[in-house]
């Protein structure tokens, strides 16, 4: 016999958000810059309501070095799930270049148009790089200026006395 489940969404708060609305791309850019430490590909997705506030934030898929399977089913899932009328999928790419690759230009015209028949519309479909570089399908190449307090001790440190 096979189980029937029920199922239920519950909305569990794990932030409290600023309510700027992600009206460019340096705000959707800052908001995953930390995707630029991974030696993997990653693919976020931002869950936005009508007015571009941010009510979730989702790893959807995580891939190798050089690609990432992305699954219309698991990205739609999250903006359903959440109540997103809006959504800017995100990755990065390890080698630091941010350009888009054939592939990624392909997924973000796929993207649309199937966020077009749920009428969930894609805001954004961007590729963090390194040092603050990322491109975005609606403007082009961007830089995020970023203060990152350094924890490494000067060289001189570890050098022998003289």
């Known amino acids: 016999m096979k189980p029937i489940y029920d199922y239920t969404v519950i909305r569990k708060r794990i932030a409290d958000h600023n309510h700027d609305s992600i009206d460019t791309p340096d705000k959707a850019a800052a908001l995953c810059l930390d995707l630029e430490q991974y030696d993997r590909e990653h693919l976020v997705a931002l869950y936005l309501d009508s007015r571009l506030h941010l009510i979730g934030r989702e790893t959807v898929h995580v891939g190798t070095t050089d690609s990432c ?11 359903l799930l959440a109540g997103s009328v809006k959504v800017i ?11 888009p690759s054939k592939e990624d230009e392909e997924v973000a015209e ?9 009428h969930l519309e894609m805001v954004d479909f961007m590729t963090i790089g390194q040092d603050g570089r990322y491109w975005s399908r609606s403007s082009g190449h961007g830089h995020i200026e970023q203060h990152r307090p350094t924890t490494q001790k000067p060289l001189e440190n570890y050098l022998p006395n003289n």
Do not use: A, E, Y
Not at 89 to 99: I, M, T
């Open 69 to 79: 399977l992305i699954s219309p089913r698991d990205v739609f899932r999250g903006c």
């Open 89 to 99: 999928l995100v990755h990065n790419h390890p080698s630091g270049n941010p350009d």
């Open 110 to 118: 796929q993207f649309t148009l199937i966020g077009k028949m749920l």
